[in-house]
Nanobody, 122 residues
């Protein structure tokens, strides 16, 4: 069984930055895609970014390109999300995910963390 544990959420002012971290345990996820989804109140879970396992490939949602950076450490089984220039529309619960295949659809991901809240407000 895989466990994904997020940390780093919190309250930040518009234009500010946060760094989310996700630690995986239970098995090695070296060959898995790892990344992040988010969910705002009343909305469906939304793809944010993922990082591939072998060639350092990264894929971002258009809404976060240029502001968010995803990085992973296969040796440590971790994936981080650096979020800069945050806006109110970035608010929501951010979930760490992992799966053997890439998809922009939440239903495709096998493993999920419990989520961490990100609030952007002045």
């Amino acid at each position: 069984q895989v466990m994904l544990v997020e940390s780093g959420g919190g309250l930040v002012k518009p234009g500010g930055s946060l760094r989310l971290s996700c630690a995986a345990s239970g098995r090695e996820l070296r060959t898995y895609w790892m990344g992040w989804f988010r969910q705002a109140p009343g909305k469906e879970r939304e793809f944010v970014a993922v990082a591939g396992w072998s060639d350092g490939s990264t894929i971002y949602a258009d809404s976060v390109k240029g502001r968010f950076t995803i990085s992973r450490d296969n040796a440590k089984n971790t994936v981080d999300l650096q979020m800069n220039n945050l806006a109110p529309e970035d608010m929501g619960v951010y979930y760490c995910v992992a799966d053997q295949s890439f998809s922009r659809q939440a239903i495709s991901y096998e493993y999920w963390g419990q989520g961490t809240q990100v609030t952007v407000s002045s």
